[in-house]
């Protein structure tokens, strides 16, 4: 919910805008805090989610690592001050810049995804003489229930590297002398509102552990990497995620050695419900058998409607009619899947009406596109209003 004094701050700026409310990001990690850092988790923060700076800066002040899956990822850590050594890089198709860069600045990790991945690793490693650490990224073939496009565990799908593939990589291991095996590494997918996923995963590592034990490989960390969901119907009430429950299940569930880590790459639960996409009606139609709300902020802006047929909650701002009416919420941009939201029950709404699209703090401005030759947009942080 926006006060009345913010709902005139936004009057002040051109839409569509992303709001950061700075508070709810800083209470989040607060409870990342309490019931993840303070007991000795490594927490790394995708910034797939979120890449604003001022973002990052509250982040790593909390003491989150970074979870980065590209070159500029790892560029943009190292330039919010993350240390080399809490900075971790994953992804299935790293180049051979990219790898060079983590090894010249001897970053923490890289999370690798296939056997042919550690070799070229190995002989980048090797022509700088260094040593490359390295958790192995293993598919643990856990159904997290969620989007078939942000399910990622599966055997299907094209991450991680299978267990088949493990006797050949313990063989190989003895011959790669620049790789420094420290870790595995799993992720099941994203958006995961059960918690019943993770711990099918706490079962898989478990005996993944124990396999690499019993091959005589004592591995430092175990890393479980993120997917946890937030509440994009009631971004009110469920502001912040439940994160006793999600530590508290690996904490019961995970069987650690004393001398091993246990690391996570949260992403949206971290910076999800912080970031609100404000945008105005430009017009609105009433057709044969809808009415429609033309705003404008597109698919451009906020894709995940498009893409995953994701609703977010919209609200709207100002100002609020008495008489209600069913909207479908669209976009400007060329093409059907341009639609946020359909029959949505609102006040009734007229042109230059506000609206706040919710929960778009992670994965929205960042996956920002300029199809139609669309125009920038600002960033605007609560700080800078109060
Ligand atoms: N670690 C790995 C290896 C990942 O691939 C991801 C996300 C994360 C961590 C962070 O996951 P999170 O805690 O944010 O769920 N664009 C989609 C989400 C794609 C997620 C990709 N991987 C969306 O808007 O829903």
């Known amino acids: 919910m926006f006060s009345e004094t913010r709902i005139s701050q936004f009057r002040d700026h051109t839409t569509p805008f992303y709001f950061y409310d700075l508070d709810v990001l800083k209470q989040t990690l607060q409870q990342i805090d309490k019931h993840g850092i303070r007991k000795g988790y490594h927490v790394h923060f995708a910034l797939k989610a979120n890449h604003q700076p001022r973002i990052l800066e509250e982040i790593r002040k909390a003491g989150l690592g970074a979870d980065c899956v590209s070159g500029g990822e790892v560029q943009r850590a190292l330039d919010c001050g993350f240390e080399p050594h809490q900075i971790a890089f994953a992804g299935v198709g790293k180049r051979d810049s990219e790898i060079n860069l983590g090894l010249e600045h001897d970053i923490f990790c890289f999370n690798c995804e296939s056997v042919q991945e550690l070799q070229v690793i190995n002989e980048l490693a090797e022509a700088k003489d260094c040593t490359a650490r390295v958790a192995l990224r293993i598919n643990p073939n856990v159904d997290a229930k969620t989007h078939k496009y942000i399910t990622t565990g599966l055997d299907e799908n094209k991450f991680g590297i299978n267990e088949e593939d493990l006797p050949l990589i313990f063989e190989l291991l003895p011959t790669l002398k ?4 420290i870790g595995i590494h799993f992720h099941i997918g994203s958006q995961i509102e059960e918690l019943k996923p993770f711990r099918e995963l706490c079962d898989r590592a478990n005996s ?15 890393n479980v990497g993120g997917g946890y969901g937030i509440n994009y119907a009631d971004p009110d009430g469920n502001a912040i995620p439940d994160f006793e429950h999600f530590f508290g299940l690996f904490d019961e569930h995970l069987n650690l050695r004393d001398d091993q880590e246990l690391h996570f790459e949260l992403g949206r639960s971290v910076t999800g419900q912080c970031g609100s996409l404000i945008t ?5 139609k009433h057709g044969r058998q809808k009415n429609f709300a033309i705003i404008d ?6 894709i995940r409607p498009a893409l995953y047929q994701a609703k977010h909650s919209i609200q709207l701002l100002t100002p609020i009619s008495t008489e209600t009416d069913t909207y479908d919420v669209v976009g400007p941009i060329c093409e059907s899947s341009d639609t946020f939201r359909t029959d949505l029950e609102f006040p009734k709404l007229e042109r230059g009406n506000l609206l706040a699209i919710r929960s778009c703090g992670a994965y929205g ?13 600002d960033s605007v942080f609560s700080v800078d209003l109060d």
């Open 208 to 222: 993944l552990n124990q396999v690499f034990s019993d091959k005589g490989i004592q591995l430092k960390v175990i």
């Open 297 to 302: 902020a597109g698919m451009t802006e906020l």
């Open 280 to 284: 105005e009606v430009l017009y609105t």
């Open 365 to 377: 401005e960042v996956m920002k596109s300029q199809y139609n030759l669309r125009q920038g947009i």
């Open 178 to 181: 620049h790789i420094d095996l």
